[in-house]
């Protein structure tokens, strides 16, 4: 690895990995000259699942920014690049090089997010003579077992459970007698509207960054990729001061009309009024409780509406941590569950966004351009869709956690896995998330101008959500005709004539034999 031939003796090596990124971890609280901090880029990491181009850049420009910073504060740092002709591509290769190199007795690491890479280092501390030892990352509001401790032997985790006790638990939007401000805890009802088009969408308030060295670079080392780095500029957050610029924008511009367009659709406004702040939220240069305090502080003030930021509070404490606690008390076998039997491979164009069906083309298209794609996109369009027609969960998983800036498998897999697909057979979704095409036309304006007509349910230019909606009940009937939030459902596909469930069944068995070409 290149660096002085032989570097000043090191007592402590600690790797920080790209996901880590967090300046304020009590590591860098002051400096010593016996510890080394190290960060690398290796094929281990680019090479896992294929990834979007831009995912790779972004979090690679942010590691390079990070060594920076902390060689700026006086940390010594050694920072092994992709091309660096030491490099053992791997992270455990070189943590061995290195620690010979610097005579290091110690090394510790921060707690990985990722189980793939919490036994990985696990594993090879305990098979080396070297000290080792495991520190908090100090970055989440639960650690890995509360979700487990919480729910106990409840049968269903319910999500709305464990928000509610951390909305206790960090007194955020709670009246001075604790209860919930403004009387309930949730205006999710609230939060449904389809966007009319005012007000506008806000101007992207995130940097732009030119990566062609970098990519270059890159791509010399041969790493596979997908997606266009040249489509557009990276617009993603590289380090905690333009993280912070993103966290103020969003606050001031996008936040106060979050709430009723979260779960709306646009052709002509990607963003809306999400945040974009998952990146930086999940490379850890921005803690979750600031992000969700600074939200708190703008209703206080008069200049969000409640419903809104505790629609955004909800997806912060709630969800995120939630899906964290599901991740770590099911995994390893978590990753293989298919609970629904679905095989169908990935049609060709979830790599192009080559399709007649408008709503997927723009959600896939966004996401091959942009890296990201908001929640509604990724649940009820690519996901819906991926469901109802039977496509394999574990392809899927590995689809959106290549493409997406923001997935790290920790988040991504019950996403993906449980809530999305329910292939975990219900332990994060109550019922499948899935709609035939009324439920996309009413959120938005993706049915205009679409080759098929959501209307119809048969025919040639019937919308293909339509008699998969159906047929997909109908397969899984056994699984899921006895819960109770299906009931109306399946009173109406009971109510149906044979001869249309007939109909809808030969039509969702054409169209599950042609997907490649819809
Ligand atoms: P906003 O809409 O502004 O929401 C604010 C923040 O809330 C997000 O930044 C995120 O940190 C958090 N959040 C919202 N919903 C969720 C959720 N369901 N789970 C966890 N956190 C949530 N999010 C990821 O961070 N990484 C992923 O790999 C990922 N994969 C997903 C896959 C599927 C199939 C689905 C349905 C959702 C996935 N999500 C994932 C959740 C969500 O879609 C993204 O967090 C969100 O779109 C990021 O954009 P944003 O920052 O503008 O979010
Ligand atoms: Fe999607 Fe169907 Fe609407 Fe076309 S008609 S955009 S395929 S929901």
Redesign the pocket.
């Known amino acids: 690895m290149n660096a002085p031939a032989t570097p000043a003796h090191a007592h402590t090596l600690r790797l920080v990995l790209g996901d880590q990124l967090n300046p304020r971890h009590s590591w860098f609280s002051q400096t010593d000259a016996q510890v080394v901090h190290v960060l690398m880029e290796v094929r281990q990491e680019t090479d896992y699942v294929l990834h979007h181009a831009q995912k790779i850049l972004a979090i690679f420009a942010a590691m390079r920014d990070f060594a920076r910073h902390l060689r700026a504060e006086g940390h010594r740092v050694r920072y092994v690049t992709l091309d660096d002709v030491g490099n053992r591509q791997s992270i455990e290769g070189n943590l061995a090089g290195l620690a010979a190199q610097y005579g290091a007795r110690r090394i510790e690491w921060q707690q990985p997010d990722e189980w793939r890479l919490d036994a990985q280092l696990r594993a090879w501390g305990a098979a080396q003579p070297l000290e080792w030892a495991v520190v908090d990352s100090e970055h989440f509001l639960t650690r890995r077992g509360d979700l487990a401790s919480l729910m106990g032997r409840r049968k269903q985790w319910l999500m709305e459970h464990f928000y509610r006790h951390m909305r206790r638990r960090w007194k955020l939007l709670l009246d001075a007698d604790g209860a919930p401000a403004g009387g309930q805890w949730n205006f999710d009802r609230d939060n449904r509207k389809r966007w009319p088009g005012t007000p506008p969408e806000p101007a992207d308030w995130r940097p732009r960054h030119d990566h062609g060295d970098l990519w270059d670079m890159v791509r010399r080392e041969g790493v596979r990729s997908f997606g266009d780095p040249q489509a557009v500029a990276l617009r993603w957050p590289l380090n905690r001061s333009e993280a912070l610029d993103c966290l103020d924008a969003f606050i001031h511009t996008a936040l106060p009309h979050?709430g009723d367009y979260?779960d709306a659709l646009a052709a002509e406004a990607p963003?809306l009024f999400?945040?974009?702040?998952?990146f930086a939220?999940?490379l850890k240069m921005l803690h979750p409780l600031e992000v969700v305090r600074r939200a708190e502080a703008a209703w206080r003030a008069g200049r969000a509406p409640l419903a809104a930021v505790e629609g955004?509070v909800r997806?912060?404490i709630g969800?995120?941590e939630y899906?964290r606690g599901i991740y770590w008390s099911h995994m390893p076998g978590y990753a293989s569950h298919n609970a629904l039997g679905h095989h169908a491979p990935l049609p060709r164009w979830f790599w192009t966004g080559d399709t007649h069906m408008r709503c997927l083309r723009l959600a896939i298209t966004q996401s091959l351009r942009t890296a990201?794609?908001?929640?509604i996109q990724?649940?009820m369009v690519?996901?819906n869709f991926a469901l109802l027609a039977g496509l394999e969960p574990q392809a899927l998983h590995r689809w959106?956690?290549g493409i997406?800036i923001?997935?790290?498998e920790w988040?991504?897999l019950p996403?993906?896995l449980g809530?999305?697909q329910r292939a975990d057979g219900g332990v994060i979704a109550t019922k499948p998330y899935v709609s035939s095409a009324a439920y996309l036309q009413r959120m938005g304006d993706y049915c205009q101008g679409c080759t098929y007509d959501p209307r119809q349910k048969t025919g040639a230019r019937a919308c293909p959500f339509n008699a998969l909606y159906w047929d997909f009940f109908e397969r899984h009937e056994p699984a899921l005709a006895s819960n109770p939030r299906l009931a109306l459902m399946y009173r109406q596909l009971r109510k149906m004539p044979e001869s249309q469930r007939e109909a809808l069944r030969a039509q969702a068995g054409q169209l599950r034999e042609r997907l490649d070409t819809l």
């Open positions: 979050f979260e963003r999400h945040s974009l702040l998952s939220l999940n955004f997806q912060i969800w995120r899906m990201h794609a908001h929640h990724r649940l690519i996901g959106y956690l997406y923001d997935a790290f988040v991504e996403n993906t809530m999305s």
